[in-house]
């Protein structure tokens, strides 16, 4: 059964971190691209970062660069997302998802991707 399962969620202040991990099942990680994406409360969901297939490109959401870092451990089928410096705006579920290719070209499309985790809640508040 293929799956993806997302963790490290919780509570943290504002400048705090966390890291979420995406841990697959049922199929190899590192062959496709991962992203990361995120729903606030009465938004739509936004794609905020992704990686390759082998990790040679990562790309963000403008919001979160230089904030957040996306990678991948293969022995682990595992892929990251460290979220540092965080902010109230950062509040929100989290959610990683498989896409049908090796590339994060469009990465943004929920339309390009298969497979998705359920998520988890990420809240940043003081």
């Known amino acids: 059964q293929l799956q993806l399962v997302e963790s490290g969620g919780g509570l943290v202040q504002p400048g705090g971190s966390l890291r979420l991990s995406c841990a697959a099942s049922g199929f190899t990680l590192n062959r496709v691209a991962i992203g990361w994406f995120r729903q606030a409360p009465g938004k739509e969901r936004e794609g905020v970062s992704c990686i390759s297939k082998g990790g040679g490109t990562t790309t963000y959401i403008d919001s979160v660069k230089g904030r957040f870092t996306i990678s991948r451990d293969n022995a682990k089928n595992t892929v990251y997302l460290q979220m540092n410096s965080l902010e109230p705006e950062d509040t929100a579920v989290y959610y990683c998802?498989?896409?049908?290719?090796?590339?994060?070209?469009?990465?943004?499309?929920?339309?390009?991707?298969?497979?998705w985790g359920q998520g988890t809640q990420v809240t940043v508040s003081s």
């Open positions: 998802a498989k896409r049908g290719s090796f590339y994060c070209s469009s990465y943004q499309s929920e339309s390009a991707y298969e497979l």
